[in-house]
T-cell receptor, first 108, second 113 residues
Protein backbone atom coordinates (compact mmCIF):
# COMPACT_ATOMS: atom_id res chain seq x y z
CA UNK A 1 0.00 0.00 0.00
CA UNK A 2 1.59 3.23 -1.19
CA UNK A 3 1.32 5.95 1.43
CA UNK A 4 2.34 9.57 1.61
CA UNK A 5 1.49 11.16 4.94
CA UNK A 6 1.12 14.84 5.77
CA UNK A 7 -0.30 16.66 8.75
CA UNK A 8 -3.54 18.23 7.53
CA UNK A 9 -3.04 21.39 9.59
CA UNK A 10 -3.82 24.15 9.49
CA UNK A 11 -0.32 25.32 10.24
CA UNK A 12 -0.54 28.94 11.35
CA UNK A 13 2.52 31.20 11.25
CA UNK A 14 2.92 34.98 11.47
CA UNK A 15 4.16 36.96 8.52
CA UNK A 16 7.95 36.86 8.27
CA UNK A 17 8.31 33.56 10.13
CA UNK A 18 9.61 30.24 8.79
CA UNK A 19 6.94 27.71 7.89
CA UNK A 20 7.98 24.06 8.07
CA UNK A 21 5.92 21.46 6.23
CA UNK A 22 6.61 17.77 6.62
CA UNK A 23 5.91 14.59 4.68
CA UNK A 24 6.70 10.92 5.20
CA UNK A 25 6.44 8.16 2.62
CA UNK A 26 6.30 4.39 2.69
CA UNK A 27 8.13 3.21 -0.43
CA UNK A 28 11.87 2.88 0.26
CA UNK A 29 12.76 2.79 -3.44
CA UNK A 30 11.23 6.18 -4.28
CA UNK A 31 13.69 8.46 -6.04
CA UNK A 32 11.72 11.61 -6.91
CA UNK A 33 9.93 13.98 -4.56
CA UNK A 34 7.85 17.06 -5.26
CA UNK A 35 6.05 19.87 -3.50
CA UNK A 36 2.97 21.45 -5.04
CA UNK A 37 1.12 24.54 -3.87
CA UNK A 38 -2.65 24.61 -4.28
CA UNK A 39 -4.70 27.73 -3.67
CA UNK A 40 -8.33 27.21 -2.73
CA UNK A 41 -10.39 26.27 -5.79
CA UNK A 42 -7.34 26.15 -8.05
CA UNK A 43 -5.15 23.41 -9.49
CA UNK A 44 -1.80 22.36 -7.98
CA UNK A 45 1.33 24.26 -9.02
CA UNK A 46 4.73 22.58 -8.93
CA UNK A 47 7.08 24.61 -6.73
CA UNK A 48 9.94 22.27 -5.82
CA UNK A 49 11.46 18.97 -6.85
CA UNK A 50 14.23 17.08 -5.05
CA UNK A 51 15.96 13.87 -6.02
CA UNK A 52 18.95 13.43 -3.70
CA UNK A 53 19.53 13.58 0.04
CA UNK A 54 20.14 16.99 1.53
CA UNK A 55 18.79 20.46 0.91
CA UNK A 56 17.71 22.21 -2.27
CA UNK A 57 17.06 25.93 -2.16
CA UNK A 58 15.02 28.04 -4.57
CA UNK A 59 14.38 31.59 -3.43
CA UNK A 60 12.44 31.50 -0.15
CA UNK A 61 11.80 27.76 -0.49
CA UNK A 62 14.06 24.95 0.73
CA UNK A 63 13.25 21.30 0.21
CA UNK A 64 14.96 18.77 2.46
CA UNK A 65 15.19 15.04 1.78
CA UNK A 66 16.26 12.21 4.07
CA UNK A 67 15.80 8.89 2.28
CA UNK A 68 17.01 6.84 5.25
CA UNK A 69 14.19 8.27 7.37
CA UNK A 70 11.77 8.40 4.39
CA UNK A 71 11.12 12.02 5.14
CA UNK A 72 10.85 15.11 2.97
CA UNK A 73 10.15 18.63 4.14
CA UNK A 74 9.56 22.11 2.75
CA UNK A 75 10.72 25.25 4.52
CA UNK A 76 9.30 28.62 3.54
CA UNK A 77 11.37 31.53 4.83
CA UNK A 78 9.95 35.02 5.36
CA UNK A 79 6.41 33.68 5.01
CA UNK A 80 3.93 36.01 3.33
CA UNK A 81 0.11 36.05 3.47
CA UNK A 82 0.21 35.10 -0.23
CA UNK A 83 1.84 31.81 0.81
CA UNK A 84 -1.43 30.78 2.48
CA UNK A 85 -2.45 27.66 0.57
CA UNK A 86 -2.49 23.89 0.81
CA UNK A 87 0.87 22.26 0.15
CA UNK A 88 0.85 18.81 -1.40
CA UNK A 89 3.74 16.40 -1.10
CA UNK A 90 4.10 13.98 -4.03
CA UNK A 91 6.35 10.94 -4.18
CA UNK A 92 7.28 8.74 -7.10
CA UNK A 93 6.12 5.19 -6.34
CA UNK A 94 5.85 3.76 -9.89
CA UNK A 95 3.31 6.51 -10.44
CA UNK A 96 3.11 9.78 -8.55
CA UNK A 97 1.40 9.42 -5.17
CA UNK A 98 0.10 12.53 -3.43
CA UNK A 99 -0.42 13.26 0.21
CA UNK A 100 -3.64 14.92 1.33
CA UNK A 101 -1.87 18.20 1.87
CA UNK A 102 -1.12 20.60 4.71
CA UNK A 103 -3.00 23.88 4.89
CA UNK A 104 -0.73 26.83 5.68
CA UNK A 105 -2.15 30.08 7.04
CA UNK A 106 0.15 33.10 7.21
CA UNK A 107 -1.29 35.94 9.26
CA UNK A 108 -0.28 39.59 8.63
CA UNK B 1 -1.66 26.67 -15.74
CA UNK B 2 1.00 26.71 -18.43
CA UNK B 3 -0.03 25.31 -21.80
CA UNK B 4 -2.66 22.90 -20.52
CA UNK B 5 -6.30 23.75 -21.03
CA UNK B 6 -9.32 22.01 -19.60
CA UNK B 7 -12.87 22.76 -20.51
CA UNK B 8 -15.34 23.54 -19.25
CA UNK B 9 -14.39 24.94 -15.84
CA UNK B 10 -17.74 23.87 -14.35
CA UNK B 11 -19.93 21.06 -15.61
CA UNK B 12 -23.33 19.91 -14.41
CA UNK B 13 -24.96 16.64 -15.43
CA UNK B 14 -27.86 14.47 -14.45
CA UNK B 15 -27.21 11.05 -12.98
CA UNK B 16 -27.09 8.34 -15.63
CA UNK B 17 -25.53 10.52 -18.32
CA UNK B 18 -22.04 10.05 -19.68
CA UNK B 19 -19.92 13.19 -19.81
CA UNK B 20 -16.59 13.90 -21.52
CA UNK B 21 -14.01 16.26 -20.05
CA UNK B 22 -11.54 17.90 -22.39
CA UNK B 23 -7.78 18.23 -21.85
CA UNK B 24 -5.44 19.80 -24.40
CA UNK B 25 -1.75 20.68 -24.08
CA UNK B 26 0.63 22.58 -26.35
CA UNK B 27 3.78 21.82 -24.35
CA UNK B 28 4.77 18.94 -26.65
CA UNK B 29 4.69 16.66 -23.60
CA UNK B 30 4.55 12.95 -24.23
CA UNK B 31 2.71 11.85 -21.10
CA UNK B 32 -0.70 12.92 -19.88
CA UNK B 33 -2.65 12.06 -16.74
CA UNK B 34 -6.10 12.34 -15.21
CA UNK B 35 -6.65 12.74 -11.47
CA UNK B 36 -9.67 13.39 -9.34
CA UNK B 37 -9.66 15.34 -6.11
CA UNK B 38 -12.34 15.13 -3.46
CA UNK B 39 -12.60 17.55 -0.51
CA UNK B 40 -9.90 16.84 2.07
CA UNK B 41 -8.40 14.13 -0.11
CA UNK B 42 -5.22 13.80 -2.04
CA UNK B 43 -5.16 13.47 -5.80
CA UNK B 44 -6.02 10.00 -7.06
CA UNK B 45 -4.84 8.75 -10.44
CA UNK B 46 -7.57 7.65 -12.86
CA UNK B 47 -5.72 6.99 -16.14
CA UNK B 48 -2.44 7.92 -17.73
CA UNK B 49 -0.91 7.78 -21.17
CA UNK B 50 2.78 7.86 -22.00
CA UNK B 51 2.41 7.70 -25.77
CA UNK B 52 -0.25 8.19 -28.42
CA UNK B 53 -2.70 5.29 -28.81
CA UNK B 54 -1.68 3.77 -25.47
CA UNK B 55 -2.92 4.32 -21.93
CA UNK B 56 -2.92 2.58 -18.54
CA UNK B 57 -5.35 2.38 -15.68
CA UNK B 58 -4.52 4.21 -12.52
CA UNK B 59 -5.76 3.48 -9.02
CA UNK B 60 -9.43 4.33 -9.61
CA UNK B 61 -10.18 3.64 -13.29
CA UNK B 62 -13.57 1.95 -12.79
CA UNK B 63 -16.37 3.98 -14.36
CA UNK B 64 -14.02 6.05 -16.53
CA UNK B 65 -12.66 5.76 -20.05
CA UNK B 66 -10.03 7.66 -22.03
CA UNK B 67 -8.56 7.90 -25.50
CA UNK B 68 -5.24 9.24 -26.80
CA UNK B 69 -5.56 9.69 -30.54
CA UNK B 70 -3.38 12.82 -30.64
CA UNK B 71 -0.36 13.81 -28.62
CA UNK B 72 -2.02 17.06 -27.61
CA UNK B 73 -5.33 15.64 -26.41
CA UNK B 74 -6.41 13.24 -23.67
CA UNK B 75 -10.19 13.38 -23.09
CA UNK B 76 -11.77 11.64 -20.11
CA UNK B 77 -15.29 10.19 -20.20
CA UNK B 78 -17.09 9.79 -16.92
CA UNK B 79 -19.62 7.05 -17.49
CA UNK B 80 -22.87 6.33 -15.71
CA UNK B 81 -21.10 3.39 -14.07
CA UNK B 82 -19.03 5.74 -11.91
CA UNK B 83 -20.73 5.62 -8.50
CA UNK B 84 -19.59 9.01 -7.16
CA UNK B 85 -18.68 11.21 -10.13
CA UNK B 86 -18.98 14.59 -8.42
CA UNK B 87 -15.39 15.80 -7.97
CA UNK B 88 -12.67 18.16 -9.15
CA UNK B 89 -10.96 16.60 -12.19
CA UNK B 90 -7.39 17.54 -12.97
CA UNK B 91 -5.41 16.84 -16.11
CA UNK B 92 -1.62 16.92 -16.05
CA UNK B 93 1.23 16.38 -18.47
CA UNK B 94 4.95 15.69 -18.31
CA UNK B 95 7.95 15.50 -20.57
CA UNK B 96 9.52 12.17 -21.51
CA UNK B 97 12.36 11.39 -19.12
CA UNK B 98 10.79 13.50 -16.37
CA UNK B 99 7.50 11.66 -16.05
CA UNK B 100 7.10 12.48 -12.38
CA UNK B 101 7.50 16.25 -12.88
CA UNK B 102 3.91 16.88 -13.78
CA UNK B 103 2.19 20.14 -14.64
CA UNK B 104 -1.52 20.62 -14.13
CA UNK B 105 -4.31 22.24 -16.07
CA UNK B 106 -6.87 24.48 -14.32
CA UNK B 107 -9.28 21.60 -13.66
CA UNK B 108 -12.96 20.89 -14.29
CA UNK B 109 -15.40 20.81 -11.41
CA UNK B 110 -18.08 18.21 -12.24
CA UNK B 111 -21.36 18.07 -10.35
CA UNK B 112 -23.75 15.19 -10.99
CA UNK B 113 -27.23 15.32 -9.47
Amino acid sequence: QKEVEQNSGPLSVPEGAIASLNCTYSDRVSQSFFWYRQYSGKSPELIMSIYSNGDKEDGRFTAQLNKASQYVSLLIRDSQPSDSATYLCAVEESTLTFGKGTMLLVSP
Amino acid sequence: DGGITQSPKYLFRKEGQNVTLSCEQNLNHDAMYWYRQDPGQGLRLIYYSQIVNDFQKGDIAEGYSVSREKKESFPLTVTSAQKNPTAFYLCASSQAGTEYEQYFGPGTRLTVT
